[in-house]
């Protein structure tokens, strides 16, 4: 029986129809010839072989959702607070580990910036949530955020701690020209709305992530994974890097025109409902295929989803078995079985993208849950000497190491004191 599509025209319920449910129906616009055979129908859909006998490059851009769970890799059904996403830092252990909880000096940069960088975009509530619009309205937001960007560049920083004063400098200058490109995106935008382009709302997110301190790379190269013998590419619209060597990934962003659907008030937050399959399908073929250089272990990648001024943090947790598998074979059996460790007694499901509610970053409210969390990854990234420390108290993975040793850990004068009193 064939059935019709949205177009009126008739199609078969053939393999190629399951195909387009994983890749788009766009998928077969670019099929290189009838001849194309296939090693496996999930990973490898046209395993178009060449003159070279190579297979053709395969890119997660035509992914759908339903293409990333044939890998067993699957959307939580509902959003997780944010504070959840620093436990990363905790359940991974990573070569260059990332500092959390702040303290003594580290806590007062933090908290000095979050606090300061609050205080500077605070007026930015004033563009009534949506700086898309026109007419009067857009004179209005233009004339207010030429008055910000006066204000910002006028700004002095009173600060006698010079080791202080240079990280809000630092993050003053990012303010400036996050006003610059949001006065530039009013203007250009003015007459027209209508037609601003993704790229429009990528160079926002990236000068406002750059506020925070993110080392924001705009030009991101194309990642290779293989998957079941197929060279996959990936190419997200921005990475935010680690800076000391520019490979590792502290985090991939998407960033999408239109604007968020509105779900139910009365209902957590659940990100299949407000986005399409095609986004989500594109996003966690980007999360897998950056997992190689995580800055959180291969184990561990973090992203971004933006709809126009709207972000929505996510995370792919999965295991070095789970992995092992779908480059290997493609498709995942059982997957919704997949484990990972987390610690000796403990094992979280693999394969899971969690994600955040979303924050509107030019909404003083959201924004004030989100900027603490972009500061605190920020500050991981800063290069040369004025990258944080730990401070010099053992970390927690020390003193574990030392407690299943049967090491002390108490300094020597410590244990001198303990055995006086003893």
């Known amino acids: 029986m064939a059935a019709k599509d949205t177009r009126g025209r008739c199609r078969s319920r053939s393999a190629s129809g399951s195909r387009d449910n994983v890749y788009g129906s766009d998928y077969k616009r670019r099929k290189s010839s009838p001849a194309c055979s296939s090693r496996s129908n999930v990973s490898n859909p046209c395993s178009s072989t060449a003159s070279s006998g190579k297979s053709q490059t395969e890119s997660v851009s035509y992914w759908m959702r339903q293409r990333a769970e044939k890998m067993g890799i699957f959307y939580a059904t509902e959003a997780t607070d944010i504070t959840e996403f620093y436990k990363i830092?905790?359940?991974?252990?990573?070569?260059?580990?990332?500092?959390?909880?702040?303290?003594?000096?580290?806590?007062?940069?933090?908290?000095?910036?979050?606090?300061?960088?609050?205080?500077?975009?605070?007026?930015?509530?004033?563009?009534?949530?949506?700086?898309?619009?026109?007419?009067?309205?857009?004179?209005?937001?233009?004339?207010?955020?030429?008055?910000?960007?006066?204000?910002?560049?006028?700004?002095?920083?009173?600060?006698?701690?010079?080791?202080?004063?240079?990280?809000?400098?630092?993050?003053?200058?990012?303010?400036?020209?996050?006003?610059?490109?949001?006065?530039?995106?009013?203007?250009?935008?003015?007459?027209?709305?209508?037609?601003?382009?993704?790229?429009?709302?990528?160079?926002?997110?990236?000068?406002?992530?750059?506020?925070?301190?993110?080392?924001?790379?705009?030009?991101?190269?194309?990642?290779?994974?293989?998957?079941?013998?197929?060279?996959?590419?990936?190419?997200?619209?921005?990475?935010?890097?680690?800076?000391?060597?520019?490979?590792?990934?502290?985090?991939?962003?998407?960033v999408k025109g239109m604007r968020l659907k509105k779900g139910p008030s009365d209902k957590k937050f659940s990100i299949q409902g407000v986005l399409n399959d095609r986004v989500l399908g594109q996003h966690a073929g980007e999360l897998l295929v950056d997992h190689i250089e995580s800055m959180f272990g291969v184990e561990a990648v973090l992203g971004i989803l933006c709809m126009q001024t709207t972000i929505v943090f996510t995370l792919l947790e999965v295991s070095k078995d789970h992995l092992r598998r779908i480059v290997e074979d493609g498709e995942v059996e059982q997957r919704k079985q997949m484990k990972r460790k987390v610690g000796e007694d403990d094992a979280k499901n693999s394969g899971i993208i969690l994600y955040t509610k979303p924050y509107d970053y030019l909404k003083e409210e959201d924004r004030e849950e989100v900027i603490e969390f972009l500061v605190w990854l920020g500050l991981q990234t800063i290069p040369g000497t004025h990258r944080l420390q730990k401070e010099k108290s053992m970390t927690d993975q020390e003193e574990k190491r030392r407690e299943k040793n049967g090491l002390c850990m108490h300094t020597v004068s410590e244990c001198n004191t303990i055995d006086t009193i003893i």
Do not use: H
């Open 89 to 254: 830092s905790k359940e991974w252990e990573v070569e260059e580990s990332i500092i959390y909880p702040f303290t003594g000096k580290n806590k007062q940069i933090l908290d000095s910036l979050v606090k300061f960088i609050k205080e500077k975009l605070k007026r930015t509530t004033e563009f009534n949530d949506n700086p898309v619009t026109e007419g009067q309205r857009s004179l209005r937001n233009i004339k207010l955020c030429e008055k910000m960007l006066e204000d910002t560049e006028n700004s002095v920083i009173d600060e006698p701690d010079q080791n202080l004063k240079w990280y809000l400098s630092r993050s003053l200058m990012k303010i400036e020209e996050f006003y610059g490109e949001l006065l530039s995106f009013l203007r250009q935008n003015r007459f027209s709305p209508e037609e601003i382009a993704e790229t429009d709302f990528t160079k926002l997110l990236s000068k406002f992530l750059e506020i925070c301190l993110l080392n924001v790379d705009n030009f991101p190269k194309e990642r290779v994974m293989e998957i079941n013998g197929v060279p996959t590419a990936s190419v997200p619209d921005l990475r935010i890097k680690f800076n000391r060597d520019g490979m590792t990934v502290i985090g991939v962003v998407e």
